[in-house]
């Protein structure tokens, strides 16, 4: 049997047009859609109510090869780090097929690592991670986009635990 998934290798990894280079691990990352319980006493089953809040894309973080030449890809992270660089980051994935999705976000680099190995013999390597700062879009392989949510604007909404109780509307 075989599966339609696509692999980890191909995949790119850019930061503000620096490309990141041979990453060797990049954990899954979720979204998430921060919001509060609140608690009132007029609630009719006696269950909390939620405040919707506002959408996390993320803090995607991922190991790669340290290259520590003048213009290579640590040093180029390390200034835009220490520059608080915002830019678009940009994960592109490939299938077996040769066809790519992608996802993009604007992001700012938020931690890097010293880099660091095993045994001398090993390769050295680094961590870097990110925080998002807006909306992710993702592109399918077969080339549409797609955003990660509906409005480009924060909302908060309240959304009842209890049942809505009828409500009287005039006619003319």
Known sequence: ?????????????????????????FAEVSAELDGQEI??????????????????EGSPSFQFIYDGAQNANYHA????????KRGSL???????????????????????????FGTPKDAKMATVGFRTLGKKTFTHEGGGH???????????????SGSASPSSSASA
């Open 39 to 56: 608690l009132t006493c007029d609630s009719e089953d006696e269950t909390a109510d939620f405040l919707e809040g506002s959408f996390s």
């Open 90 to 116: 940009v994960v592109t994935y490939k299938n077996r097929s040769g066809t790519v999705s992608s996802i993009t976000v604007e992001a700012m680099i938020l931690t890097l690592s010293w880099p660091g």
């Open 146 to 160: 797609e955003s990660s949510s509906a409005s480009a604007t924060p909302s908060a909404s309240v959304s009842s």
């Open 77 to 84: 992270l390390h200034n835009k780090w220490r520059d608080k």
């Open 1 to 25: 049997m075989t599966t339609a998934a696509s692999k980890g290798f191909g995949t790119t990894f850019v930061f503000d047009g620096v490309t990141i280079g041979e990453v060797l691990g």
